[in-house]
């Protein structure tokens, strides 16, 4: 059975601090980690990683993915308030149904 | 540019009535949809998916139906809902291979 495993499940934070979001997988015929972000409804798209050790930056968010560890990492840098949402991490399987196995999310809150 | 509609957004039905969502696609052709459930505190668990008008994959054994009848319209179905159905209802497309999904902004469902 497919597997994705985020920790910590929860973070709270200051303004200003780094955070760092883990996220673990066991997929068969992976092809790509996602992470997405979920403020309220729907989550939106952050990253898409299908290469190791290359990391994707936006702003202050930057993450990378190790294959051979089955791992990826989510870091922000210098959080602010509207940083304070639910970080999903998928798992996303090789052919063309597109078919994306989700942790449980990790839910930060950036304090003022 | 595409669009996904889904509605409505919230719902409160009573135990053993009938529930239909409704999802549709502008702007794109031949999408991948999806339906996930988000239980509290949770990830997204898929539910159904449809490559194409017709075709649908149970990912779950469940008291849910999920219909294609249009090419850009998926809809999630029950005959009798159950307490245990209560959720947030999310439907999601992409054009297919290594991409992300997009997500509808969801339906929070409350069996009472």
């Known amino acids: 059975e497919d597997k994705v495993v985020q920790s910590p499940l929860s973070l709270v934070v200051h303004e200003g601090d780094t955070v760092t979001l883990n996220c673990s997988y066991e997929?068969?015929?992976?092809?790509?980690l996602l992470w997405y972000k979920q403020e309220k409804k729907a989550p939106t798209f952050l990253f898409m990683l299908?290469?190791?050790?290359i990391e994707k930056k936006s702003g202050r968010l930057s993450s990378i993915l190790d294959k051979k560890e089955l791992f990826s990492i989510l870091n922000i840098t210098a959080t602010q308030t509207g940083d304070s949402a639910v970080y999903l991490c998928a798992a996303l399987s090789a052919g063309g149904a597109g078919k994306s196995t989700f942790g449980d999310g990790t839910t930060l809150t950036v304090k003022p | 540019s595409q669009t996904i509609h889904q509605w409505p957004a919230t719902l409160v039905q009573p135990v053993g009535s009938p529930l239909s969502l409704e999802c549709t696609v502008e702007?794109?052709?031949?999408?991948?949809l999806y339906w996930y459930r988000q239980a509290a505190g949770r990830g997204l668990q898929l539910l159904f998916y449809?490559?194409?008008?017709?075709?649908i994959s149970s990912e779950v054994p469940q008291n849910l139906s999920a219909s294609r009848p249009q090419d850009r319209q998926f809809i999630l179905s029950s005959k009798k809902l159950l307490l245990s159905d209560s959720g947030f209802y999310l439907c999601?497309?992409?054009?297919?291979?290594?991409?992300?999904?997009?997500f509808g902004q969801g339906t929070r469902l409350t069996v009472v």
């Open positions: 999601a497309w992409n054009p297919g291979g290594n991409t992300e999904a997009f």
């Open positions: 702007g794109t052709s031949n999408p991948n």
């Open positions: 449809s490559v194409g008008i017709g075709q």
């Open positions: 299908t290469s190791s050790g």
């Open positions: 997929v068969t015929n992976f092809r790509s």
